[in-house]
């Protein structure tokens, strides 16, 4: 897929554990790890903006488009 997770990245940047941001945003660790592992097929609104709210960043901080 052309779209990248850079999840990873802003976790670490920020020293947060998926743990604990799954807490915050309130979905499951399960579901964090495949939205990390850029395995999902589909985001919601409603996730990605709790997302950007608790890490403090902007959607494009988060997903990024390649040319395959």
Known sequence: MAIIINLDSILTAQNLK???????????????SILRSSKAKAVR?????????????QPGDILKYTVD
């Open 45 to 57: 609104f409603s996730t990605l903006n709790a997302i950007c709210k608790t890490l403090k960043c």
């Open 18 to 32: 998926g743990k604990e941001l799954a807490e915050a945003i309130g979905i499951t660790e399960a579901n964090l």
